[in-house]
């Protein structure tokens, strides 16, 4: 662990504001987990936790008004706890973000080598979007009968081994009340981070590009857990097109067997069952990408421009389930 002296870069709270106008989805969860659960997991190897708090939110008050309840830590358990977070964007950042309680229950600092810490296990729970961070989306939740943004909870759980390049990300997920919760475990090889830019500027694209061309694919499962917000899709699309439920969904699945019917693939009949089932029985929905050996992201994409796309769902070993 760091030194206690050690200063928190509280620079992080742009990445929380930039996002406030954009569409909200895995991307603000991303930024969320990312921007504050490193933000509340610096806190924990800080002495003079408090006063350094305070003093940096003051130096960015120009950009937001920041607040939060109660801070407390266990020494014994290794955990940190943060109530009532708030952040309010100003200079045209329209909306604001609450989060009830803020969890780290594990965490690795990183070190000087590393662009981001080797291990976090952070939970951001309560997490509420005033209607005026993206207005268009807020519309559309009333149209599906959601009075106000729904309440959203957020993990994410993960390792990073710097020497062998591996990470492994257990649990990333976002869970909305009387929605449902989309989790995504993911394992990857050749992981480089990229460097972090200068305050102010953004990551070249070159960088980037770089890095992901670089990575290989170990494994993925992707989980769609409905509660709600499918049956909520299904009776309003079935309200617009002035049919029952029942038709609208035999309709959906129609147009679903006409548009694979040049391609009857295993995937393709696989992922028609799993679909038809899912939308009858709204429950559960999952993809899992297991290919035989790690498959890099530059021979997927070569593929792709080479003519041999057809072949890309077999090459990661792609299954369609409930």
């Known amino acids: 662990r760091p030194k206690n002296d050690r200063k928190i870069d509280f620079s992080r709270f742009r990445t929380i504001l930039e996002p406030m106008n954009r569409t909200i989805g895995i991307g603000i969860a991303v930024l969320i987990l990312a921007g504050t ?18 003093a940096e939110i003051e130096r960015h008050r120009e950009d937001a008004d920041i607040s939060y309840g109660k801070f407390r830590y266990d020494l014994a358990s290794s955990s940190a706890r943060m109530s009532q977070f708030q952040i309010e964007g100003k200079k045209g950042q329209k909306g604001k973000v609450t989060v009830d309680e803020m969890i780290v229950d594990d965490f690795k600092p990183r ?15 309560g997490i509420q979007l005033s209607e005026e961070v993206n207005p268009e989306l807020s519309e559309e939740l009333k149209e599906l009968g959601y009075e106000e943004p729904p309440r959203m909870d957020a993990a994410i759980d993960y390792e990073y081994n710097l020497e062998t390049k591996q990470l492994d990300i257990r649990k990333a997920a976002l869970m909305g009340d009387d929605m449902g919760e989309l989790s995504i475990s993911l394992s990857l090889t050749n992981f480089t981070p990229p460097p972090t830019p200068p305050p102010g500027e953004e990551l070249n694209p070159l960088q980037l590009m770089a890095m992901l061309s670089a ?7 992707i989980t769609f857990r409905d509660n709600g917000i499918t049956n909520r899709f299904l009776d309003r699309g079935a309200e617009t097109a002035g049919v029952t439920r029942d038709e609208f969904v035999t309709s959906l699945i129609a147009d679903l ?45 070569a593929a792709k421009f080479l003519g041999g796309g057809a072949q890309i769902p077999q090459m990661l070993g792609i299954e369609v389930s409930n």
């Open 37 to 54: 659960g490193y933000l509340a997991a610096e806190f924990i190897v800080n002495s003079r936790i408090k006063g350094e708090i305070d």
């Open 111 to 125: 070190t000087e080598d590393e662009s981001f810490p080797s291990m976090l296990n952070f939970k951001a729970l």
């Open 215 to 221: 990575l290989s694919i170990q494994s993925c499962e």
């Open 257 to 301: 067997r006409e548009g694979l019917k040049s391609d009857s693939s295993t995937l393709n009949r696989q992922a028609l069952a799993s679909v038809e089932q899912f939308l009858d029985d709204p429950d559960q929905l999952k993809v899992t990408i297991l290919p035989a050996s790690p498959i890099s992201v530059a021979s997927i994409v």
